[in-house]
C-alpha cells in the first residue's frame, strides 16, 4: 500500500451538496482539498481545507484555481471548460477530462455524439435562433408535441419546455437550442457508472426516478427500478458503453426513458448524481466514495445492496422564500430505516433542492409508504 496515494491536493469546482457529500468521503481518508463555488456561504465552506468564492465560468478564476492543485474534479457541469484544458496543458489530471466535459455542456453535441456512437435517443435537431425555429415551424417541418431545450445552461428542467403548439414558443429565450421528439415514456430510469484511470469500470443497479406532475422535479428514486432484469442490464451496458466512448474518467450518470420495453438515453452528466444518492446508506461504496476511488486511479468498491431503497428529495414548498425553516423533520428520527441528509443551504425557495432521506427496507412497498408518509409531514419553509 503506497501511503503516498492521497498527497495529491484534490481540487473540487463548485461547492453545493454534491461537493459537500463528496468531501465527507474525502475527509474520512484525510484528502487534502480546495472548493471553488460563487456563494460565500457555500455548504462546503468549512469542510474543505481551503475554499476559494468566485465565479467557475471565469477562466482566471477557474485556472488560477486549478494550478493550486494536483488533481481536478467538479460536481456541475456548467464551468469554464476552457480553463480546464489550459489546465491540462500544464499536467494538471483533470477528470474527468476536458474534452469528455465540452461534449455534454453542450446539449447538440451531447446528442450528436449519441447518434454518432449508435447510442439510442430521441431524434433532435439543433436551431440557432428562434427565428429559425419560427421558419421551420412556419415551413411545416416541426411536429408537435415536442420538446425545446437550451443547449446550454439547463439544469433541474430549468431549460427544458414541451411545446404542444407554435403559441408556446413566445415566451423562450432566444438563445441556441435543440428541438426533439417528445417521447412518452413509461418510466424514467438512471444508471450511475463509474471508470477509473485505468479503464476499470462499475456500474450501479438501474434506478427509477419518479417525478413529481407539478414541478416536474424528480420527488422520488428506487434503487432497484421495479424493472425487468433484461431492462436492468440493457441500461448498464448502455451506460458502460457511453462512459467507454465518452472516455469519462470518473461517475457518469445516464439518464434514460423507458417506453415499450426499449430505453432511449436522454441525456447524462459526468458528476455525482441526485439518482446516486441511495449508494451512501444502501451500498458499501456509495456514488461519492467511488468518484474517489476512481480519479485516484483506486479498485472500485462493490455497488450491489440488498433491500429496495427509496431517496425522498426534500425540496422548498412552494410559496416560501428566504431563511430556511424545517418543519416535522425530527418525525424522520422516529423512524429507523430512514437516512436524513440536510444540504446546509442558508434560503429556501420553492422547488429548490434543501436535502433528502433515504429510506431501506427488506420489501418496497414499506420503504414506498414510509417515503410518502415522510414527504407529506416534512415541509421546508421560511421563519
Ligand atoms: N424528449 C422528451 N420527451 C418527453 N419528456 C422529456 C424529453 N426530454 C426531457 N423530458 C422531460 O424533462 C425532464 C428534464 O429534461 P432533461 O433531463 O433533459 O433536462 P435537464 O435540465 O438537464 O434536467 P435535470 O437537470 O433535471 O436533469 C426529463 O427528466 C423528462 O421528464
Ligand atoms: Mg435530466
Given at each position: 500500500m503506497n501511503s503516498k496515494i492521497f498527497d495529491k491536493k484534490l481540487g473540487i469546482i463548485g461547492g453545493g451538496q454534491l461537493g459537500k457529500m463528496l468531501l465527507s468521503e474525502c475527509n474520512k481518508m484525510n484528502i487534502y482539498t480546495s472548493v471553488l463555488d460563487p456563494n460565500k456561504n457555500s455548504p462546503c465552506k468549512n469542510l474543505s481545507n481551503k475554499f476559494y468564492c468566485g465565479d467557475f465560468n471565469d477562466y482566471d478564476t477557474v485556472y488560477s484555481f486549478g494550478k493550486d492543485c494536483d488533481l481536478i474534479t467538479f460536481e456541475i457541469e456548467h464551468i469554464n471548460v476552457d480553463a480546464l484544458e489550459s489546465l491540462e496543458k500544464i499536467g494538471k489530471a483533470i477528470y474527468p477530462k476536458s474534452k469528455t466535459l465540452r461534449i455534454i455542456q453542450d446539449k447538440n453535441l451531447q446528442k450528436s455524439f449519441f447518434k454518432k456512437k449508435n447510442i439510442p435517443t430521441s431524434n433532435f435537431e439543433y436551431f440557432k435562433s428562434l427565428d429559425e425555429l419560427k421558419k421551420s415551424i412556419e415551413d411545416n417541418k416541426v411536429k408537435f408535441p415536442c420538446v425545446w431545450k437550451k443547449t446550454k445552461f439547463g439544469y433541474d428542467g430549468f431549460g427544458v419546455k414541451i411545446l404542444n403548439?407554435?403559441?408556446?414558443?413566445?415566451?423562450?429565450?432566444?438563445s441556441e437550442m435543440i428541438i426533439e421528439d417528445y417521447i412518452p415514456f413509461e418510466k424514467e430510469l438512471s444508471v450511475i457508472v463509474a471508470r477509473n484511470v485505468k479503464g476499470d469500470i462499475k456500474c450501479y443497479r438501474t434506478v427509477e426516478m419518479e417525478f413529481n406532475n407539478i414541478s416536474n422535479q424528480v420527488e422520488y428514486v428506487i434503487?432497484?427500478?421495479?424493472?425487468?432484469e433484461e431492462i436492468d442490464n440493457e441500461a448498464q451496458k448502455l451506460a458502460i458503453k457511453l462512459s467507454e466512448s465518452l472516455d469519462c474518467i470518473g461517475l457518469l450518470a445516464v439518464e434514460m426513458f423507458m417506453n415499450k420495453n426499449k430505453i432511449l438515453v436522454n441525456e447524462v452528466a459526468p458528476r455525482p448524481h441526485n439518482s446516486g444518492h441511495f449508494s451512501i446508506e444502501a451500498c458499501e461504496s456509495s456514488q461519492f466514495q467511488q468518484h474517489i476511488r476512481a480519479i485516484f486511479n483506486l479498485d472500485l468498491g462493490e455497488t450491489k445492496h440488498s433491500g429496495s431503497a427509496i431517496m425522498l428529495n426534500l425540496v422548498g414548498e412552494k410559496g416560501f422564500k428566504g431563511k430556511v425553516f424545517y418543519e416535522n423533520?425530527?418525525?424522520?428520527?422516529?423512524?429507523?430505516?430512514a437516512n436524513l441528509h440536510i444540504y446546509g443551504k442558508e434560503e429556501t425557495r420553492p422547488n429548490r433542492k434543501m436535502g433528502h432521506v433515504t429510506i431501506i427496507c427488506d420489501k418496497f412497498e414499506e420503504a414506498y409508504k414510509k417515503a410518502k408518509t415522510l414527504k407529506d409531514t416534512i415541509k421546508i419553509k421560511t421563519k
Amino acid at each position: 500500500m503506497n501511503s503516498k496515494i492521497f498527497d495529491k491536493k484534490l481540487g473540487i469546482i463548485g461547492g453545493g451538496q454534491l461537493g459537500k457529500m463528496l468531501l465527507s468521503e474525502c475527509n474520512k481518508m484525510n484528502i487534502y482539498t480546495s472548493v471553488l463555488d460563487p456563494n460565500k456561504n457555500s455548504p462546503c465552506k468549512n469542510l474543505s481545507n481551503k475554499f476559494y468564492c468566485g465565479d467557475f465560468n471565469d477562466y482566471d478564476t477557474v485556472y488560477s484555481f486549478g494550478k493550486d492543485c494536483d488533481l481536478i474534479t467538479f460536481e456541475i457541469e456548467h464551468i469554464n471548460v476552457d480553463a480546464l484544458e489550459s489546465l491540462e496543458k500544464i499536467g494538471k489530471a483533470i477528470y474527468p477530462k476536458s474534452k469528455t466535459l465540452r461534449i455534454i455542456q453542450d446539449k447538440n453535441l451531447q446528442k450528436s455524439f449519441f447518434k454518432k456512437k449508435n447510442i439510442p435517443t430521441s431524434n433532435f435537431e439543433y436551431f440557432k435562433s428562434l427565428d429559425e425555429l419560427k421558419k421551420s415551424i412556419e415551413d411545416n417541418k416541426v411536429k408537435f408535441p415536442c420538446v425545446w431545450k437550451k443547449t446550454k445552461f439547463g439544469y433541474d428542467g430549468f431549460g427544458v419546455k414541451i411545446l404542444n403548439s407554435f403559441d408556446d414558443i413566445n415566451n423562450l429565450p432566444n438563445s441556441e437550442m435543440i428541438i426533439e421528439d417528445y417521447i412518452p415514456f413509461e418510466k424514467e430510469l438512471s444508471v450511475i457508472v463509474a471508470r477509473n484511470v485505468k479503464g476499470d469500470i462499475k456500474c450501479y443497479r438501474t434506478v427509477e426516478m419518479e417525478f413529481n406532475n407539478i414541478s416536474n422535479q424528480v420527488e422520488y428514486v428506487i434503487s432497484p427500478g421495479k424493472i425487468s432484469e433484461e431492462i436492468d442490464n440493457e441500461a448498464q451496458k448502455l451506460a458502460i458503453k457511453l462512459s467507454e466512448s465518452l472516455d469519462c474518467i470518473g461517475l457518469l450518470a445516464v439518464e434514460m426513458f423507458m417506453n415499450k420495453n426499449k430505453i432511449l438515453v436522454n441525456e447524462v452528466a459526468p458528476r455525482p448524481h441526485n439518482s446516486g444518492h441511495f449508494s451512501i446508506e444502501a451500498c458499501e461504496s456509495s456514488q461519492f466514495q467511488q468518484h474517489i476511488r476512481a480519479i485516484f486511479n483506486l479498485d472500485l468498491g462493490e455497488t450491489k445492496h440488498s433491500g429496495s431503497a427509496i431517496m425522498l428529495n426534500l425540496v422548498g414548498e412552494k410559496g416560501f422564500k428566504g431563511k430556511v425553516f424545517y418543519e416535522n423533520l425530527d418525525e424522520v428520527f422516529k423512524d429507523k430505516s430512514a437516512n436524513l441528509h440536510i444540504y446546509g443551504k442558508e434560503e429556501t425557495r420553492p422547488n429548490r433542492k434543501m436535502g433528502h432521506v433515504t429510506i431501506i427496507c427488506d420489501k418496497f412497498e414499506e420503504a414506498y409508504k414510509k417515503a410518502k408518509t415522510l414527504k407529506d409531514t416534512i415541509k421546508i419553509k421560511t421563519k
